[in-house]
């Protein structure tokens, strides 16, 4: 019994101690790189929800060429370009600023599949700076065509790129 009644004030007092770290603003919001086992862990996580999430299967062709020259442009129009970088166009310098930093979409085009792609872009990633671009008005059609655009992007060119975004 009075074990029960130690672990229960042990308990209470962990609560207040927690409650005093958090609200009383003793937690850091910084950015940090998080290394080891907490940047491991995040990252796994990260990964595993959108496996799950991620589902259903494209329904356009990913390898039409309108397709993959569209999503060309909705990607350096719609902001992605600022933080992830385009073929032959760097990231904004800001980027450098956020933690974790932005995932480079050329590994992304074979680590990730279609619809996990598809999820991301449309979902966002919380606690990260990925933004929800369902949330900012992207319909899911324009999300398809950056999909289709960054399965290509391992054997995209610059000058492809440079080409299909330029003003017309
Ligand atoms: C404000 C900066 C920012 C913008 C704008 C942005 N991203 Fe991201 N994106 C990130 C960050 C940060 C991550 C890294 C998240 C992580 O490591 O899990 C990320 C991750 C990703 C991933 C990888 C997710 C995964 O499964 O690991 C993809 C794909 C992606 N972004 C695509 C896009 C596309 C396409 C756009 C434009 C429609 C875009 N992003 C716009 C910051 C941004």
Sequence with gaps: MRILALIGALAVIGAIAAAIFFFGGFFSV???EEK?????AKATVRAASVSRHAQGAPPISLDDAATVQAGARAFA???CVNCHGGPGVNWAK???GLQPVPADLKEMATARSAPELFWVIKNGITMTGMPSFGAAGATDQQIWTIVAFIKKLPTLSDA???AWTAAP
């Design 30 to 32: 910084a950015e940090v």
């Design 36 to 40: 080891g086992v907490v940047g491991w």
């Design 77 to 79: 129009t719609i902001g």
């Design 94 to 96: 800001f980027s450098e």
């Design 160 to 162: 492809d790129y440079k």
